[in-house]
């Protein structure tokens, strides 16, 4: 399909210049990003401390990514993938970064590819591939280790609308019809091959392996079937549909299976916020208002936070004035579905990939977040370039005056851009950003504490500490937080106070219970430390580091042979760690087992040859043995 407006601007000699040009331009858009630090919101667990991840791909890695659900969340390709990162990269931060930005502008340049193989338009596909590329928008999706899943997904999304845009095509040049004029019907005397029908299929799995998100796109194929590609023929509307929708069985099957295991994953993991903390009322608000924040976010993406608050009901004047918005909007896009079809297809587009990112299935605690709009704000920038398109053309605008237009509003977007990419540059930068421009933020006021405690500045992190849980006094996380501060300030009894209190609200907590355990022993209360490790350990067997705090609280009761198991067992789940091995020869050489105990201090030695404390143990064997070393928070 040819667009005459773009006809007036000779295109360069070949797409792949601007596919070249878009690229480059994302690469240095987005370039500082490489040097920027893991986050401590969500990168430990994706990868920074991920010891499955950071030991990058094995045999036992592999299955391992297909059988767990760890955060809440099963994507096997995402941890794939962040393995792949360590294999080439190591174990820093400007590996993954440099990959998510590559992903990305690999993604712009799919995203062109795709719309002009649809539309012809070259020009607008362009426009829109641009405004992809450069949104401020989109900063969270590559800025953020931890979202390796966006940028992936949407790269095997792209790979497979465009696979199926081609099976399409190559149906209609089987027929003798083209995919613009007429239309084309589904079912039709098909002679095609159907590879790059299988091929898309195949793409699209890999895609919610990579985000469950891509769940939405079996209605995009049917959003392109009626725009640009034209396959619904109206005089035959049932017959046509009910044909479309049986050649995507096998894409809504896939995606009723991945729903099913997301819902079922995220579930076990606690990341589905219960119907007391939101009722179906507050999903509902917050989806309405959240619809309109977005659109609005596209149009003018200032300020941008991470997180958003949610603020559980919001006034009721704006849950009316969104929903008014939205009920107009989509009145409109109906009223001129066949004057501006592209109006329509995108504002769906925008509508049904938010759905299951909207809130009426709530995953966290915020109202909305920027990463969701990755692909759906795809669809609004193809109602606003086609939009333009249409009024430049309709008034006789001089074409000056479009390509004017176009670099500015690129360049505000690269400008707002840079000035957003720099927020996400530690911790420290983004969730002070996100304090600044947002109110009541219980989530930002917790991580920028985190921030504070781990450079050393624990007075003011108990500040904010203190103001999240006033934000949410029944926090099991502020008061495990508050109780790790009080622990690293040495002040035992407000540590085990709170470390209770998170217990109380969030019982068998390992890492509060093995905390409380740490602390307790600090006050002499071994008895009492030893039944809180015991029931870390119950909650977590693999607990290491629980199991090496249960042996000091056994030694210090003079249960040597109970310590010694447990050390035993803190030594076979972390086999290099030298504090294990050298409490384990200190119960040793109580037993009076002296050639046990000295094979354990050499171990240690042999590593730390310098270590004076074990020399002085493994030469005085014949000497009372010093106390172990517990590992408290």
Not at 369 to 386: E, K, N, Q
Not at 396 to 419: F, H
Request: with cysteine; glycine share 6%; charged share 15%.
């Amino acid at each position: 399909m040819t667009n005459p407006t773009d006809n007036k601007f000779r295109p360069p000699a070949h797409p792949a210049v601007l596919c070249l040009l878009l690229a480059f331009a994302t690469l240095a858009v987005f370039w500082p990003a490489k040097d920027f630090d893991f986050l401590g919101y969500d990168d430990p667990g994706y990868f920074s401390s991920n010891p499955h991840v950071l030991r990058g791909l094995t045999v036992e890695n592999v299955a391992w990514v297909f059988t767990n659900g760890e955060m809440a969340n099963w994507h096997p390709l995402t941890w794939l993938s962040l393995m792949l990162d360590v294999e080439i990269f190591g174990s820093g931060a400007a590996g993954p970064h440099l990959v998510n930005l590559l992903f990305h502008s690999l993604n712009g340049v799919l995203m062109f590819l795709l719309l002009r193989r649809l539309t012809g338009a070259f020009w607008r596909s362009a426009m829109v591939a641009a405004l992809f590329s450069m949104h401020p928008l989109h900063v969270e999706s590559v800025a953020w280790v931890a979202e390796r899943k966006d940028v992936l997904c949407m790269f095997f999304e792209l790979l497979s609308l465009l696979a199926y845009v081609c099976w399409v095509q190559e149906v209609a040049q089987a027929e003798g019809r083209s995919t613009g004029g007429r239309g084309l019907v589904a079912g039709q005397g098909i002679k095609a091959s159907r590879i790059n029908y299988h091929l898309s299929l195949c793409l699209f799995a890999l895609a919610l392996l990579s985000k469950p998100m891509a769940v939405t796109m079996p209605f995009l194929l049917l959003l392109l079937d009626w725009w640009p590609l034209r396959r619904l023929a109206e005089a035959d509307f049932k017959n046509s549909l009910r044909k479309l929708l049986s050649e995507k069985i096998p894409f809504f099957a896939l995606s009723v299976l991945t729903c099913a295991v997301t819902l079922i994953v995220q579930q076990k993991g606690g990341a589905v916020a219960t119907m007391t903390k939101f009722t179906l009322e507050m999903r509902v608000e917050n989806a309405i208002v959240s619809y309109a924040r977005y659109f609005g976010k596209v149009l003018w993406p200032s300020p941008l936070a991470n997180p958003y608050p949610h603020p559980g009901h919001w006034p009721l004047a704006e849950v009316l004035g969104a929903a008014v918005f939205l009920v107009v909007i989509s009145v409109a896009a109906i009223w001129w579905r066949k004057k501006l079809p592209f109006f329509i297809m995108g504002w769906l587009w925008f509508l049904g990939t938010l759905v299951p990112v909207i809130g009426l299935v709530q995953v966290g605690d915020q109202s909305m977040a920027d990463r969701y709009s990755y692909l759906p704000v795809t669809g609004i920038f193809m109602v606003l370039v086609w939009g333009a398109a249409e009024v430049f053309t309709r008034w006789r605008w001089p074409q000056p005056l479009a390509v004017c237009a176009a670099v500015i509003v690129l360049s505000a977007c690269v400008m707002q851009t840079r000035d957003q990419l720099g927020y996400w540059r530690n911790d420290g930068t983004l969730f002070s950003h996100a304090l600044a421009v947002t109110e009541n933020n219980f989530a930002a006021e917790l991580d920028y504490g985190a921030w504070l405690s781990r450079n050393g500045k624990v007075n003011e992190a108990l500040e904010y500490y203190n103001r999240a849980l006033k934000i949410q006094p029944d926090s099991a996380v502020a008061s495990y937080d508050l109780g790790n501060i009080y622990n690293k300030l040495g002040d035992w009894e407000p540590a085990a106070q709170h470390y209770r209190e998170s217990l109380r609200l969030k019982p068998e907590n390992p890492e509060a219970l093995n905390n409380l355990g740490t602390v307790l022993m600090r006050q002499k209360k071994y008895e009492e430390a030893a039944t809180n490790l015991e029931a870390a350990i119950k909650s977590r067997p693999g607990f290491a580091e629980a199991f090496n705090n249960l042996g000091t609280a056994y030694f210090h009761q003079g249960q040597y042979e109970a310590a010694t198991a447990a050390f035993s067992k803190a030594l076979e789940l972390a086999p290099d760690n030298l504090i294990y091995c050298a409490n384990m020869g200190d119960a040793l050489a109580r037993l009076g087992k002296k050639q046990a105990a000295a094979e354990c201090y050499e171990h240690v030695l042999q590593v730390q040859p310098d270590n004076a404390r074990v020399r002085a143990k493994l030469q005085g064997l014949n000497q009372p043995v010093n106390a172990p070393i517990s590992a408290p928070k």
